[in-house]
């Protein structure tokens, strides 16, 4: 009996791929998110003026028409995800309050740093104040992260009443941490741990000699170092100072300048 050669149809059946199932269409909700979340990608990788609406429309499978159906224009767009990164940063300036307290700062340094390098380039346009996307409101969203951020240090300390001073001191130490972000990121001379260390340093000295105009503030200043460990980040600093200060040449002029003036 001859032998049946299987016929070629079941073969071709077997080998078709499977039908794709069909794409699930996103609420309005979820595709205005979606669009934000890309654009503030878009605009983390590149400057605002670099990004285009074609661009945002391609990155999220969408058509030029349907991102303006949900944002009047690139300006709106950019504003909605500065807004999202902002809530993203001033939430890593929230840190539990136990323990030592540059071990938390350390943290909180560490997350914002990771911020920083993760929106790199949205982040140096925006802070640099070059970018032809400032506006207004976007100025009024990078206020009320450092203002968040400000609170969060603040908190930190637990001043029940922080003095004019004090607010004075972490809001330049928060402006210097920008400074020496945006200066660290152009060419990174540094591994990123040394100026997490740094930052939180910069602080802790901050806050000392702010204490030798605020009373209430040097009251905790013992408490704070009483919980120091001998490698963290004050202890450092202590060891690095005390260092420096015992070098006979500025000894003796530290010892001169300490002296009370001659009458």
Known sequence: MASRTPSAAPLAEEQRPAARAPRRRLSVDERREQLIAVALQLFSDRAPED???????????ASRPLVYHYFPGK??????ALRRAGRELAGRFEEPGEGPLSERLYRVMGRYLDFVQSHAAGFTALL????????PDADAVIDQVRRAAQEQI????????????LRRTVRA???NAEISSLDWLSDKPVPVETLQLQLVQELVAALALTATRDPELASLLGEFFAEERPDGPTALLVRDLAA???APALTEA???LAAPPAP
């Not at 640099?128 to 506006?135: I, K, M, N, W």
């Not at 603040?154 to 001073?165: D, E, K, N, R, W």
């Open 128 to 135: 640099r104040g070059g970018s032809v996307a400032a506006s």
């Open 244 to 246: 420096t200060f015992t």
């Open 51 to 61: 990004v285009s609406i074609d661009d945002i429309a391609a990155a999220a499978g």
């Open 254 to 256: 530290l010892f001169r």
């Open 154 to 165: 603040l908190l930190h300390l637990g001043v029940p009443a922080p003095s004019p001073t």
């Open 173 to 175: 130490w928060i402006a």
């Open 75 to 80: 300006q709106a767009l950019y504003e909605e």
